[in-house]
């Protein structure tokens, strides 16, 4: 047996992410993919798993403490033959390169700016009282950026390492002041009456800026239809019966949708950083939006095209248990290219859901309802499924969105096809 210390892996662009638990005590004896912490992002919770099987001899965390990519978790003590496999620290990111690419790329063009890469200074004013992580303040230091003249967009107005990017961008391009800023009014509202404080979750405040930020970079537009929801309705009812299953309409919907997206790859692709080209993504990774007590998330379905509905709906059911239990994994809410948001369990009929960038479309589905309709010389009644597109209109014209709505109605409708990518 031999110790060895553990690293946390590779966050992402996740820093300062709180410990909310811990999952194993002193002594015990456990597996390479046990957890053993869990992490709260601005996004997600995530478990930290060991990479070896051994023995706990200490965790070097407490519940509360922030960690960042490359901090030690865990001490354990394993087989030198499962050591020997496995590889002994995570390397540490270099925060200064992404920047420094940045400054390159663009100095060339604005080699008269006083802001320089080359020749960092030291900040005038104290940073201490700003809230930033320490890979944001050593990226700071390196290129002499004062931190009190970074506009923060993270949460509790925290400096994050895209601020820092925007703040070399607008100084290397002379636009420092065309920044959107975030306001609302400081108002007293106890002048008027009793008045109480809840506190938002990490998750809704996330949520908040993410919304904010879409609704003002996306020109949204929302096309609103209806399809004839009959034929599936009764068709999920007798393949529920048949199989002794109780799929939902939404796993029915999802497939569908997804198959249709094939169709229409605009409304699954992304617009690249400089507007310049459209990515057309050659998978549908589908994102469900998820209603938890701490705010709405929306993990992913990932190849959702090559699934069976009830493939479809195991994986629907697991993320949402997973999202309200704080599970989900980082890779779970990474990489959708198209989003179904449903209400059709609650109620409403139409509404305008929020483009989730970068993605450039979202499905809002509501409740059905039954209307009379004319049929042969008589009438009939028919179950209808609101349909609510809201897309980004930089990319898609109201033709094609058109199009793909009416499409969605007609394979709602077929079937046959349906049928066969049941099981």
């Not at 869990?38 to 023995?55: F, N, Q, R, Y």
């Not at 309709?373 to 209808?384: A, L, Y």
């Amino acid at each position: 047996m031999k110790n060895q210390v553990l690293n946390i892996p590779d966050l992402g662009e996740a820093e300062d992410v709180e410990v909310i638990e811990i999952c194993v005590k002193v002594g015990e004896s456990v597996g390479s993919e046990d957890p053993i912490i869990v992490l709260e992002s601005d996004k997600a919770a995530m478990e930290i798993p060991t990479s070896v099987a051994g023995k706990v001899l200490a965790v070097k965390v407490s519940i509360g403490d922030t960690v960042n990519s490359g901090t030690p978790f865990l001490e354990i003590g394993v087989d030198e033959n499962e050591l020997n496999s496995e590889p002994d620290n995570f390397s540490e990111s270099e925060p200064a390169k992404e920047i420094n690419e940045l400054v390159s790329e663009d100095t060339s063009k604005k080699s008269n700016q006083n802001f320089s890469a080359q020749a960092p200074q030291a900040s005038q004013s104290s940073s201490s009282s700003i809230y930033a992580g320490p890979a944001v303040r050593k990226l700071a230091r390196e290129f002499g950026i004062d931190l009190a003249l970074v506009s923060p967009s993270g949460p509790k107005s925290r400096v994050l390492k895209e601020d820092l990017h925007f703040f070399v961008q607008q100084k290397l391009s002379g636009k420092e002041n065309q920044k959107f800023q975030f306001t609302q009014p400081d108002i007293d509202y106890s002048k008027w009456g009793s008045v109480e404080e809840i506190k938002l979750s990490k998750f809704q405040k996330t949520s908040l800026a993410n919304l904010h930020t879409s609704w003002i970079n996306i020109p949204h537009v929302t096309q609103h239809d209806e399809c004839d929801f009959s034929l599936l309705m009764e068709l999920r009812k007798q393949l529920n019966a048949k199989h002794k299953l109780k799929i939902s309409p939404l796993a029915f919907i999802a497939k569908v949708t997804s198959q249709v997206l094939l169709e229409f790859p605009l409304l699954n692709s992304s617009l690249s950083k400089d507007l310049g080209h459209v990515v057309l993504k050659n998978y549908v990774n589908l994102g469900i939006a998820v209603d938890t007590p701490e705010g709405l998330i929306v993990p992913n379905i990932k190849n959702s095209q090559d699934k069976s509905i009830t493939e479809i709906s195991a994986e629907i059911s697991n993320l949402a248990e997973a999202a309200k239990n704080r599970k989900l994994q980082i890779a779970d809410l990474k990489g959708a290219s198209f989003s179904i948001s449903s209400l059709g369990a609650i109620g409403g009929k139409f509404f305008t859901p929020i483009i989730n960038p970068p993605e450039i479309g979202i499905l809002g589905i509501s409740k059905t309802f039954d209307q009379v309709i004319p049929h042969g010389k008589g009438f009939e009644s028919r179950t209808f499924l609101p349909l609510s597109l809201s897309y980004d209109h930089r990319a898609i014209n109201g033709v094609y969105a058109v199009q793909f709505t009416s499409q969605l109605g007609e394979a709602m409708n077929d079937v046959k096809a349906i049928e066969k990518v049941f099981k």
